[in-house]
């Protein structure tokens, strides 16, 4: 039950930061909720690896606790930094 609830977990927090991240970038985001989720999933380990830089916990501290209030805020700049960097890639493919 363990790994099923770690998948589970990622998706729903995926989803929410990528919501979230979403939200706060200005302009808009032609994405569906599948893409918002693993961008959110990825933004969330974007921003791990920024805490770890700066003396956070890194990932380690998104395994440990990923309902924390810092946690939530290193994810939602990753997933911001990881949308605007999809966004910039698939901006001519229109």
Known sequence: ???LW???SWIIIGG???LLARALMPGKQSMGLGKTIILGVIGAIVGGFIGGIF???GIGGIMDNPWSLGTILLSI???IIVMAVYGLITKNRD
Do not use: S
Request: hydrophobic fraction near 60%; proline fraction near 0%.
């Open 77 to 79: 700049i990753g997933a």
């Open 6 to 8: 770690l998948i589970i």
């Open 55 to 57: 003396g956070g916990n």
């Open 16 to 18: 929410i930061i990528g």
């Open 1 to 3: 039950m363990g790994l």
